[in-house]
C-alpha cells in the first residue's frame, strides 16, 4: 500500500501549539453553538484526521473537518460558515455545488421546505400573487397572507370524537405482510432453528415441526391537508384528525400545503392537541391562502424520504381540489402519488353533498388515480370514513384497482 | 497508514474514478484511522464503486452486503447449516457412532459480515444502501462496527484479524441513526461539475471524442435542470455515452444515436416526454 513519506520533523514553538490547539477548540465549541452537534468521537477524528493529513493549507484543513465532523449534507452550511470565520475561506478546496453551469438549480436536501425543480416555495411565492382571496372559501386563489394563523380550541365534544377515532384507526388502516419471519403457528416456513434445537433431545428424531411466519403490520400513514383559504372551515378539524393519527399510527407523517408545503409531523406531535396546533402558528404561513396544489405535490415528491414515505402507505388527502389554472402539475402529481401508494384516498368536503360531481378540470383530469373519493368536513365525517376502512366511494366513482 | 494524496488519485485515475479534494481526503481518512465511511449522495453518482476501486487500489477482497428491508443477522453474520446438522446427527443415530460436533466449522455458513472479520488480508466490506434496512439492523451493526467483532455463542468471538475498511453507502431514502453517522467519517458526493463529468465520461465510454463528450455532458445538464422526476446521475450519463457511441459506430449520426439511447439516461415515461419537449434545448449541440 502506498504511504506518505514521513516528514522531517521540525521543532515547533510551543505557544504556537498552544495557541493553536485553544483556536480549534473555539472552532468545535462555535461549531455546537451554531447547532452542529460535535460529539466527543467527532472531535477526537477531527484531531487524529489533523494529525494524518497534516493539512498545509486551508483548502485541505476544510476537507479534513468536513469527513470527520459533518454527518449529513444539511450540516454543511453550518459548517461552512463557521470554518470561514475561524479559518478564512478555503480557497484551495475545491467546493463542488450540485449546480449546472448554466441552469442552477436547488440540491435537494433534508429540509423540507427547500425548492426543488420549480416548485415555488417561500419568498419567490410572493412574485407569482395576483389577488388576495377574500377566505371567502368560495374561490381558489394564488395569495397567501403570510400570518400566524390560530385554529382554535378543541371542544369536549371533539374530543370525545378524537377518542373514537383513534380507537378505530389501528383496525382501519391497511395492513401489509413484515419483511421478517417471526415464529409463529402460521404455516409459513418451516423454522429450522427450533426444529434442529428441539430434535437433538430426540437424537435427532423429528417429532413436531416448528414454523415461522410473516406477521402483518399496520401501513405507514401519509396525511396531505389542504390549508388553503377554500378550506378555511375544515383546516382546523383536519389538523385535529391528523394529530390523532400521529398519536395512533407509528411512522405516520403529516405536511399542509396552501401556496407551499410544510412538515407538520414534528409539531403536531405534542401530547395536547391544542398545544400542538398553537404550535403550527409559525409554522404553517400560508394558512387560508390561495393554492398551488400541484406545485406543493410535486415538491413533496421530490424529496426522497416522502417517496419512501409513500411507497406502499395508505395516503389521505384532505382537499377540495380546487386548483387554480393548469392543473397538469397537479395530474401528473396525483397520478405518481396513486403509482406509490397502497392506497391513495381523497377527502372533499364537497363531497359531503349527494349531488356532488368531481367536475373541475383538477378533480375530473385526477378521480381516476383515487382509490376513493369521499366527503369528509369535520371530526364526525372523518370518523365515519375511518369506520369504513377508508375505502368508501361514491357511486360515481371509477375505482381503481388496488396495488402493494 | 495515511496513504499520500497524489497516489492515491493517481491509482483511482488509473482504474477510470475520478474523485474530487473531499472525497480523497475522506478516502485517505478512512483508511487512516480506521473508522468506517458513510458515502450518501443521489443513485448514479459513483458511491458504490468507491469501495470497488478502493479494493482494487489496496489489493483486498472485496466484500458486499447488499441491505434491503427486512434483513436481519442470520443473512449479514452467520448461519448455521441446520439441514446438515439435522442429517449429521440422524446418521450418527442411525450408525451408532458417536455424534461430532455440531457446531464447528463445517456446519456454519459464513455471511459477509463474518466473511469480512475472517478475511486473513483484511477486506473492503461495502454495505450497500443501509438506508434500505431497518433501525433494528442498524442498531446490530452499531455494535460490529464498534470493535470489528462478533460472538457467536457457540464458538466464541471472532475479531478481524486485519481490521476492515469499511465503506457504507445510502440514497438518503430515509434518515440514519446519529449514533451510525456518529462512528463514521461522512462525505456527500454531488453531481460533478460539467468539466470533471466530461472527463468520467470520457474515460469510461472509449471512442467518445472530446467534443461529443462536452456535447453529451451538456445535454445531461440541460435534462438535468428540466427538473425530472428522477435526476440522471453519472452512471446514467456513462451508460448514455456507451450506447451511443456504439450506435455512431454503426453509422448512425450523433444526434441520432444520443435520441436513440436515451433510454439508457431517462427512465419513465414523464421524463421522456419531458426531454421530448425540449429536444431542441437538449440537443442543441448534438445536431450541429
Known sequence: ?404 | MLIDHATLDRQLTERRYLADEGLLTAVRLAVALGRPLLLEGEPGVGKTQVSHVLADVLGRELVRLQCYEGIDVSQALYEWDYPKQLLSLRAAEVTGAVVADLYDDAFLLERPLLKTLRSPTGAVLLIDEIDRADSEFEAFLLEFLDGFQITIPEMGTVTATVPPVVVLTSNRTRELHDALKRRCLYHWIPFPEPERERAIVEAQAPGLSARSAEQLVRSVNVIRALGPAKRPGIAESIAWAQGSVALAEDGTAWGEALRASLGLLVKNEEDVELVGAHDHEVFTDADG
Open chain 1, 1 to 404: 500500500m502506498p504511504t506518505a513519506d514521513p516528514g522531517v520533523r521540525v521543532s515547533v514553538d510551543p505557544r504556537l501549539v498552544a495557541r493553536t490547539r485553544d483556536h480549534l477548540a473555539a472552532f468545535l465549541r462555535a461549531l455546537h453553538d451554531a447547532g452542529l452537534s460535535v460529539p466527543a468521537t467527532k472531535q477526537r477524528d477531527f484531531h487524529a484526521g489533523i494529525e494524518a493529513v497534516a493539512p498545509s493549507t486551508t483548502g485541505q484543513l476544510y476537507w479534513v473537518g468536513v469527513a470527520t465532523i459533518v454527518t449529513s449534507e444539511s450540516g454543511h452550511p453550518v459548517f461552512d460558515e463557521v470554518f470561514r470565520r475561524f479559518f478564512g475561506s478555503p480557497e484551495d478546496a475545491v467546493l463542488v455545488v450540485d449546480e449546472p453551469a448554466e441552469a442552477p438549480e436547488e440540491q435537494d436536501g433534508d429540509d423540507d421546505e427547500e425548492e426543488q425543480g420549480s416548485a415555488p416555495a417561500g419568498d419567490e411565492v410572493e412574485d407569482l400573487l395576483v389577488t388576495e382571496t377574500s377566505g371567502s372559501g368560495l374561490r381558489a386563489g394564488l395569495g397567501s397572507p403570510e400570518l400566524p394563523k390560530r385554529f382554535g380550541r378543541t371542544s369536549a365534544s371533539a374530543h370525545a370524537v378524537m377518542r373514537e377515532i383513534a380507537a378505530e384507526l389501528p383496525r382501519a388502516v391497511p395492513r401489509a405482510r413484515s419483511r421478517r419471519h417471526r415464529p409463529g403457528r402460521r404455516r409459513h416456513r418451516v423454522d429450522l432453528r427450533a426444529v434442529y434445537l428441539e430434535s437433538r433431545r430426540t437424537q435427532g428424531e423429528i417429532v413436531r415441526l416448528r414454523w415461522r411466519h410473516r406477521p402483518t403490520q399496520p401501513r405507514r400513514v401519509l396525511v396531505l391537508i389542504d390549508v388553503s383559504g377554500s378550506m378555511k372551515q375544515h383546516s382546523p378539524d383536519h389538523l385535529r384528525f391528523a394529530h390523532t393519527v400521529l398519536a395512533t399510527c407509528s411512522g405516520a407523517e403529516v405536511f399542509t400545503f396552501g401556496t407551499r408545503l410544510t412538515r407538520v409531523t414534528a409539531a403536531l406531535r405534542h401530547r395536547d392537541v391544542d398545544e400542538a396546533l398553537d404550535s403550527l402558528a409559525p409554522l404553517v404561513l400560508d394558512a387560508d391562502g390561495g393554492t398551488l396544489i400541484g406545485e406543493s405535490l410535486t415538491e413533496l415528491l421530490a424529496d426522497p424520504h416522502v417517496v419512501t414515505m409513500a411507497r406502499g402507505a395508505l395516503v389521505l388527502v384532505l382537499s377540495d381540489g380546487l386548483e387554480r389554472g393548469d392543473c397538469t402539475a397537479m395530474v401528473g402529481a396525483v397520478g405518481r402519488l396513486s403509482r406509490l401508494a397502497h392506497q391513495l384516498t381523497w377527502w372533499s368536503p364537497l363531497a359531503c353533498d349527494p349531488a356532488y360531481r368531481p367536475l373541475t378540470r383538477g378533480m375530473a383530469a385526477v378521480v381516476g388515480d383515487l382509490d376513493a373519493l369521499a366527503g369528509v368536513r369535520d371530526l364526525e365525517t372523518a370518523l365515519a370514513q375511518v369506520r369504513s376502512s377508508f375505502s368508501h366511494a361514491p357511486a360515481h366513482h371509477p375505482r381503481r384497482r388496488n396495488h402493494d
